[in-house]
């Protein structure tokens, strides 16, 4: 197989948009490939992995997995399926919404990513950037849903999110398939003042994959966004979600949920970042983990001089479901100004000994207590998405969770 | 016709024997009462016979016709007849009561309608049940849902840990007439445990029996409570010491 650097340099030269990814390209070089004696790649199975072993893909799958895909289109507006980050159908027409492809971004919208291999990798070689508009004032009926099926490759798909100002929309972003895959994701969300967002992003890829997202929204005066990250696939599954209020009144609240099993590794990284006074934000993180699965959760609260008035808010619960499994919880504060509230909770611990007790005093089963908790426990999460989308995550935890083996 | 037959048990909690050689006995149908002062080791009791984790038998049997309880597993204590109320239901987030009510093997046929209809028996508003279990519920909102759990449960015999806390005077009602009425039923024996004499003109309760530090230490007839309403708990004289 041609090692991957080759064909990445081969793609990137055969595209229009060259120079810029070329660029990227080198800043990926310079960079390189992270290793675990990094402190924030520390807790991904790096030793098992090699770029080389994946083939880049350069033109859309022909038969990629569309189960998510079609579930979810039974309640979307419109459907934006992507194969191997390539588009393979735009959707029907949506009245207020703009559907484009765009090119790789270079050169200043690469700042953010300036240290991140995998980021400036996605900028060098994904196909393109999907790119939604919702114009100004515009309340979109139904959710937008961008379907990601993956093959047997590495695969970078990249969006870029515009909600104008005063525009209302719900976008779910669904990853599927992927065996023996990387997927490399980037994710930007705009939020003009005034514009409400619903987010759900969901991943439940293969559990051979790579999967590593990175998603940061941009919130103006008064925007809002709430946002969810719901992880049940992949081998390493490694997702940094960044909300940036940079206009005062922004609202940002952020749900992560994870569910590990087998070998899986969940690293889940936030980053509430507050430039403009009179800003929130409240991240609540609920994962678990069985059998020899590893979930780390790290979080920053960053605070700007000036971000007066600011409340930022996080809890991060963890369920260890066996006595292999493994959770950390590293929370951060990075604040620059005084007039702030800033709060912090965290838990890592096994079932509630006393609730399976009552449960089983009603005449459950030990065995379905434990599943009935466990369920639970993400149903405080998905209870707050919209209400289809609940219903079928709750549907796919349910399955995760009919295998399970909880010790005690 | 069933029995419930609790001989000589003994229950420590930590160290502590708190419940100290205790004997009674009730059939199929019957109504009982227990009132002790506060400490006395009824709560123990109760926890002790549902298997709470955090109670130790450390001697004495409880068995339904012969069938030992207290070798059964939580799940299978109820399942075999025995039922309990607590005095302080537990939350239990992100689980709702039509779920836990299927898991443990109630007829799943018009669930939905039943728990409805068992609710408004009690005077608790069913939307309060499709909540996560006693999340976001007054006391006395939690102590009914116990009560409609019951209802669907149908156990053999069922204890009601302070079945009057956190009840007001309508709801005391409507929960004691519905204890009452699930003797006829399903012949269910009934034993509440109560500081609240008022309860018991609804009730009807064919015996009361007084505990103090962890004993039975008189049982007698429904006249009894009018006498501990008159002169407390200090004329039943003190349990044996040794016991
Ligand atoms: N979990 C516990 N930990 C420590 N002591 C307890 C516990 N439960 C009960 N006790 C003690 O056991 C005694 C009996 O308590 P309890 O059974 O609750 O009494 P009652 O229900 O009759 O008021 C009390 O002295 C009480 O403090
Ligand atoms: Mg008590």
Redo the contacts with the bound molecule.
């Keep these: 197989m041609v090692p991957f650097r080759e064909s990445a340099l081969d793609f990137v030269r055969a595209q229009p948009d060259a120079a810029g990814r070329l660029a990227a390209l080198e800043r990926f070089d310079a960079v390189g490939m992270p290793t675990a004696s990094e402190e924030v790649w520390r807790y991904a199975p790096l030793d098992a992995f090699d770029l080389d072993r994946y083939a880049l893909a350069t033109t859309a799958p022909s038969a990629p997995t569309t189960s998510l895909a079609d579930a979810l289109s039974t309640v979307a507006a419109t459907t934006i399926r992507l194969g191997d980050g390539f588009v393979l159908d735009s959707g029907r027409p949506v009245p207020g919404v703009d559907v484009t492809w765009l090119p790789a971004p270079a050169g200043a919208d690469l700042e953010p990513y300036a240290s991140d291999a995998f980021s400036l990798l996605n900028a060098a070689v994904t196909p393109g950037v999907t790119t939604i508009t919702v114009r100004s004032g515009v309340e979109v009926p139904g959710p937008l849903v961008i379907a990601c099926g993956a093959g047997e490759t590495a695969s970078f798909p990249r969006v870029h999110v515009v909600l104008e100002p005063g525009a209302r929309a719900v976008v779910i972003e669904a990853h599927e398939g992927g065996r023996e895959s990387l997927v490399d994701m980037v994710g930007e969300y705009d939020l003009g003042a005034g514009a409400a967002l619903t987010l759900v992003a969901y991943q439940r890829l293969d559990h051979t994959a790579w999967h590593i997202a990175r998603t940061t929204a941009r919130l103006d005066r008064d925007a809002s966004l709430s946002h969810a990250v719901v992880g049940l696939g992949a081998r390493y599954d490694r997702s940094r979600n960044d909300a940036v209020m940079l206009g005062s009144g922004a609202e940002n609240v952020l749900r992560t949920t994870f569910f590990g099993s087998g070998d899986q590794v969940h690293d889940f990284r936030t980053r509430q970042y507050h430039v403009a006074p009179r800003t929130r934000s409240t991240l609540l993180s609920k994962g678990a983990v069985a059998d020899e699965a590893r979930s780390v959760y790290t979080g920053l609260i960053e605070i700007e001089h000036g971000a007066r008035r600011t409340d930022a808010r996080q809890t991060n619960h963890n369920l260890l479901l066996s006595p292999q499994a493994h959770a950390d919880s590293v929370p951060n504060l990075d604040i620059r100004e005084n007039d702030v509230v800033c709060a912090h909770a965290s838990s890592v611990g096994p079932l509630d000994e006393i609730q399976r007790w009552y449960l089983e005093s009603r005449g459950v089963p030990r065995r379905e207590a434990q599943r009935l908790m466990i369920r639970g426990f993400f149903l405080e999460m998905l209870d707050a998405l919209p209400p289809a989308v609940a219903e079928l995550l709750t549907a796919d935890v349910d399955a995760a969770l009919g295998a399970l083996e909880v010790a005690g | 016709m069933s029995v419930l037959t609790i001989q000589g048990l003994r229950v420590a909690?930590?160290d502590?024997e708190?419940?100290r050689g205790l004997d009674l006995t009730m059939q199929s149908g019957e109504v009982h009462v227990i009132m002790?002062?506060?400490?006395?080791?009824?709560?123990?009791?109760?926890?002790a016979l549902a298997g709470h984790p955090?109670?130790r038998i450390t001697g004495g049997t409880a068995e339904i016709d012969g069938v030992s309880l207290l070798d059964l597993s939580p799940t299978d204590r109820v399942r075999r007849g025995l039922f309990l109320a607590l005095?302080q239901p537990i939350e239990v987030p992100g689980v709702r009561l039509a779920d836990v009510l299927r898991a443990a093997g109630v007829d799943p046929e018009g669930l939905e309608g039943r728990i409805r209809v068992e609710a408004e028996r009690v005077g608790l508003r069913p939307d309060l049940l499709s909540r996560f279990m006693n999340v976001d519920l007054s006391g006395g909102e939690r102590k009914r849902a116990e009560v409609v759990q019951f209802a669907l449960l149908r156990p053999a015999f069922a204890l009601f840990?302070?079945v009057d806390s956190g009840l007001d005077v309508d709801a005391l009602g409507a929960v004691a007439r519905r204890l009452a009425a699930s003797s006829q039923e399903w012949g269910c024996g009934v034993l509440v445990?109560t500081h609240f004499s008022r309860l018991l003109h609804d009730l009807m309760p064919t015996k009361i029996h007084v505990?103090r530090a962890?004993q039975v230490v008189t049982t007698g007839g429904p006249e009894l409570a009018a006498v501990l309403e008159r002169e407390g708990y200090e004329p039943f004289g003190a349990p044996s010491s040794d016991a």
């Design positions: 909690v930590g502590r708190v419940v002790g002062p506060n400490g006395s080791g009824k709560s123990t009791l109760a926890h955090g109670y005095q840990d302070e445990i505990v962890g």
